[in-house]
């Protein structure tokens, strides 16, 4: 089982900037092959938002692109979303997740982070 803790949620103006952390925490943490960032606005369905590999291979949703960046620190078992020029549009509640193989696949969210942006 993988624990993930997310912080750095919060109100933010549009244009601003705010950086998400996710921590990961598992006896068979070696077994990740990738943490990303969902998300869910209310009333819609749950959305990708970026993912990175161990090897630092780097996916974004269109909507984010050249605007949030994902990142890992592997001996600190965290991964970040830097998330810059903040918009309306990017409100949010923010999930961690991670996915890997162990015996067999799995995935793993956190508990969620709010984000809000205000006009």
């Known amino acids: 089982q993988v624990q993930l803790v997310e912080s750095g949620g919060g109100l933010v103006q549009a244009g601003g900037s705010l950086r998400l952390s996710c921590a990961a925490a598992s006896r068979t943490i070696f077994s990740i092959n990738t943490m990303g960032w969902y998300r869910q606005a209310p009333g819609k369905q749950r959305e990708f938002v970026a993912v990175?590999?161990?090897?630092?291979?780097?996916d974004y949703a269109d909507s984010v692109k050249g605007r949030f960046t994902i990142s890992r620190d592997n001996a600190k078992n965290t991964v970040y979303l830097q998330m810059n020029s903040l918009k309306p549009e990017d409100t949010a509640v923010y999930y961690c997740?991670?996915?890997?193989?162990?015996?067999?696949?799995?995935?793993?969210w956190g508990q969620g982070t709010q984000v809000t942006v205000s006009s």
């Open positions: 997740n991670a996915q890997g193989t162990y015996y067999r696949p799995y995935a793993y």
């Open positions: 990175i590999t161990t090897r630092g291979t780097t």
